[in-house]
């Protein structure tokens, strides 16, 4: 047992060995959170005669805290699961996963222009993720926007790695060098949920060995590189 | 900005950033535990008159979890950060930092034999926490041994590489093959702090480049080698 014994398979190891351990972290930690809920539900129901407006107060405070915690705790485990999860790597359609996000998220006012296939190796589940979470995480305000455009492309250049482009416009933040996906977070709010997001979407980039990066493409054109 | 370029660098700064990640989670999954137990404690102390034996049930139930979720945060906190704090290496004397945890741990009734200095390159904090963790996990029951022994020493074999090794007797647990730190759980009651020391254990080694592996020595002695 040294440390040159059969790396990729002691790696995969531990990868799933962190992995159990994250579920169980998660599995424990939802109990108490759920049981303080219950437990609140039960004081209500038992002493809804005797409690004044003050403590109902109080014990409603308890409870969006309680579900805070819950949502939390949900995040904090799809980002792990993006860490550790084994993944099922397989043929997938990225256009086609992306046209599902996009549709599931009613942007009605995007034109959403596509090639029709466009193949990669992925865990189609970790695919869906990274979609959703890119698309929550450029700051492409649509709601705002009544022309707003969304362009998915691919290109083979010489350097022979196919990338895949993704045009948002228009843009309204203004950068000059490329933009990395972490340093997307200055133009957040910088809560949680955020930044958990930006996270995941560059955990699921390096466990794939993709590479991604943000420029200006004209004045506002946010363009998005993964390079596969 | 591809795969290629300078491997080391990328992979440190998101080591860095998954540490600061890590500690935003821990903070900020901290403040609603801490609010639930203040509320609680307004609670009480303002309807002090008015709640019966059964309501102080309930809400003593649900002071119990909100320190259990605390306990566990901080536990999950001090796995994390020995999966992604930096490490600062520099040279250090096992030996020492052993004794002092021993001393620490005030095991009266074991013989510790060592030798006076061995020197590992280490990061001094993650050292300390890798011996606590080691020394919770090993089936070594202190408390029902009379004549325990702990004995310490370094081993040069042809190999080259240095090794520690670890002698904990009587040792309780029969095993006939090397057992490997993940393979200790079964001998542990299973709950999540011990699986998380053990963890923590083996997540210090796999950054510090140690193989650890335990095997019998005759019919009592538990042998750990760390192969630095």
Redesign the interface.
């Known amino acids: 047992?040294?440390?040159e014994d059969g790396g990729v398979s002691s790696s995969e190891q531990?990868m799933k060995?962190?992995y159990e351990?994250s579920r169980?972290?998660a599995h424990?930690?939802m109990a108490?959170?759920r049981?303080?809920a219950q437990?609140?539900e039960?004081?209500k129901a038992?002493?809804a005669d005797?409690l004044d407006e003050?403590?109902q107060v109080?014990?409603g405070?308890?409870q969006d805290?309680?579900r805070?915690?819950s949502e939390?705790?949900q995040a904090?485990r799809a980002?792990s699961d993006a860490?550790c999860k084994p993944l099922a790597l397989q043929e997938a359609n990225f256009a086609a996963a992306l046209s599902t996000e996009i549709e599931s998220l009613q942007f009605e006012t995007v034109l959403f222009k596509r090639e029709n296939s466009i193949s990669v190796t992925a865990d189609p589940q970790f695919l869906r993720q990274f979609i959703q979470r890119l698309l929550r995480s450029i700051p492409f305000d649509v709601a705002k926007e009544q022309s707003a455009e969304l362009v998915l492309s691919v290109c083979h250049d010489e350097a022979s790695?196919a990338h895949i482009r993704l045009d948002f416009s228009p843009c309204s933040i203004d950068f000059s060098e490329?933009l990395?996906l972490?340093e997307l977070a200055q133009y957040k709010s910088g809560d949680?949920f955020e930044?958990?997001c930006l996270?995941e979407c560059?955990e699921i980039c390096?466990r794939h060995?993709w590479?991604l990066?943000m420029e200006k493409n004209g004045d506002d054109v946010l363009r998005v590189n993964i390079?596969l």
């Open positions: 047992m040294t440390n531990s060995a962190r351990l169980r972290i424990d930690t108490p959170i049981q303080i437990l609140i039960i004081f038992e002493h005797s003050d403590a109080i014990l405070m308890v805290k309680t805070q915690l939390m705790t904090v980002y860490m790695a490329k990395q972490s949680l930044l958990l996270h560059s390096l060995g590479a990066y390079c």
